[in-house]
T-cell receptor
Framework: RKEVEQDPGPFNVPEGATVAFNCTYSNSASQSFFWYRQDCRKEPKLLMSVYSSGNEDGRFTAQLNRASQYISLLIRDSKLSDSATYLCVVNAGNNRKLIWGLGTSLAVNP | NAGVTQTPKFQVLKTGQSMTLQCAQDMNHNSMYWYRQDPGMGLRLIYYSASEGTTDKGEVPNGYNVSRLNKREFSLRLESAAPSQTSVYFC?????????FGSGTRLTVV
């Protein structure tokens, strides 16, 4: 099993739709979780950290389920500008290194 | 503006040539990282530096060397480039609350 797994997609949704991505991780000792966004041929950029209690930033909501070892990202009222690849990232336990998922591709269509 | 600066943005090398990728950050972070990103492989850690004067191998260090020149600068050297090193290289800095990446170097080895 890969350390961090994501559905690669692509997810094709119309503007205004709600879309959700899940990401599973294998190391139960993982402590920090993040969602990054990467536009085509650009660097990854931090979208949001994921906290145990769940957190929301505008149209974006992130949730953590430690029992089932997955995190999720919900995007409401999708915009064309949300089209990108979304990377799930997990801190692998005691060290500071991050483990990166391969990403989920989202295309928001007019 | 605070951030991570990488040079060069593009480079074409012939097999066997050497080059150094430069990275500088002005965010006053201790940790710096070099990643490569290949289609279908995701981001893979080459080397990292937890603080000035220290460096450690990541997942894929073979064929690379690094130097942490000071707190701001972390360079990646390819001593004898090989076609397998064709990739996009990202430098990053940060800890805890996520990383900030440079804009990347697109390297082609022919």
């Amino acid at each position: 099993r890969k350390e961090v797994e994501q559905d690669p997609g692509p997810f094709n949704v119309p503007e205004g739709a709600t879309v959700a991505f899940n990401c599973t991780y294998s190391n139960s000792a993982s402590q920090s979780f993040f969602w990054y966004r990467q536009d085509c041929r650009k660097e990854p950029k931090l979208l949001m950290s994921v906290y145990s209690s769940g957190n929301e930033d505008g149209r974006f909501t992130a949730q953590l389920n430690r029992a089932s070892q997955y995190i999720s990202l919900l995007i409401r009222d999708s915009k064309l500008s949300d089209s990108a690849t979304y990377l799930c990232v997990v801190n692998a336990g005691n060290n500071r290194k991050l483990i990166w998922g391969l990403g989920t591709s989202l295309a928001v269509n007019p | 503006n605070a951030g991570v600066t990488q040079t060069p943005k593009f480079q074409v090398l012939k097999t066997g040539q050497s080059m150094t990728l430069q990275c500088a950050q002005d965010m006053n972070h201790n940790s710096m990282y070099w990643y490569r990103q290949d289609p279908g492989m995701g981001l893979r850690l080459i080397y990292y530096s937890a603080s000035e004067g220290t460096t450690d191998k990541g997942e894929v260090p073979n064929g690379y060397n690094v130097s942490r020149l000071n707190k701001r600068e972390f360079s990646l050297r390819l001593e004898s480039a090989a076609p397998s090193q064709t990739s996009v290289y990202f430098c990053a800095t940060g800890q805890g609350l996520g990383y900030t990446f440079g804009s990347g170097t697109r390297l082609t080895v022919v």
